[in-house]
Structures are given as structure tokens and as C-alpha cells.
């Protein structure tokens, strides 16, 4: 049985989402949120958005995404926000990855504006939310 493009292009943008979350978990990102754009953003078909505990972890946390995209053939379009590490943002083409100081996430708040948005159920659930 054959898979349509649509298919398989849905498969590929999960399994990198996924690979994109495995590598923010194992920095121990925290707070993981994926999300399906497809059908709300002409320019991604997924978010990940994470959270670090301090600037150094956000960067920490970007530096093994970038790392992780470049070893599996999809090294990002660009790199933004590592100087500062409140917000790091890498563009992976289909896949748009934010990582975040917990107070400038909040200041933010991605998941409120794009609450239309399926949330992906890649994280396990012990590992989607802060420690303290």
C-alpha cells in the first residue's frame, strides 16, 4: 500500500517534531509543547516551544536542537537569539523551535496565541512540565 504526498509529508514533519523534542529532553528541556500548524501557518508545519531554566540552559538546550537537525540531514535556515539566550529561535524550515527563559515565555505566551493550533503528543507527560 502506497502513501499519498500529503501522508507522507505529515509523517515527516511528526518524526522531525519528534526528533526535535527528544533532543530538547535530553538537555532536560522543560515545559515541551509541540504543536500542528499545518492548516494555521503557511510558513511551518510544526512548533516546538521549550522551556530552560536559565540563559545558559536555553543555549545548552538550542545548541543540542541545531546539533540533533544537523546529524539527521536538516540543518536549521538560521539561528537567532543565542547571544542573549532569553529566547533562542531556529528556523528548521517546516519546523519552527522556540526556547525560552521561563519569564519571557510567559511574556509571550505562544500557546495562547496559537491555541487553534492540535497540541502533538510527543513528550511524556512527566517530562512536559517544570521541576522544582
Do not use: C
Not at 530538547?24 to 503557511?42: P, Q, T
Request: hydrophobic share 40%; proline share 3%.
Amino acid at each position: 500500500m502506497q502513501t499519498s504526498d500529503a501522508e507522507q509529508n505529515q509523517d515527516e514533519a511528526i518524526i522531525k517534531a519528534k526528533l526535535i523534542v527528544d533532543a530538547a529532553l535530553d538537555l532536560k528541556g522543560e515545559r515541551i509543547v509541540a504543536l500542528d500548524m499545518r492548516g494555521l501557518s503557511a510558513f511551518a508545519d510544526t512548533f516546538v516551544i521549550v522551556s530552560g531554566r536559565s540563559d545558559r540552559h536555553v543555549r545548552s538546550i538550542a545548541d543540542s536542537i541545531v546539533k540533533t537537525l544537523r546529524e539527521n540531514g536538516e540543518p536549521p535556515l538560521g539561528v537567532e537569539g543565542s547571544d542573549e539566550g532569553r529566547w533562542v529561535l531556529i528556523d528548521a524550515n517546516d519546523a519552527i523551535v522556540h526556547v525560552f527563559e521561563p519569564q519571557t515565555r510567559e511574556a509571550f505566551d505562544l500557546e495562547r496565541l496559537w491555541s487553534d493550533a492540535e497540541v502533538l503528543d510527543l513528550v511524556p507527560e512527566s517530562d512536559s512540565l517544570f521541576e522544582d
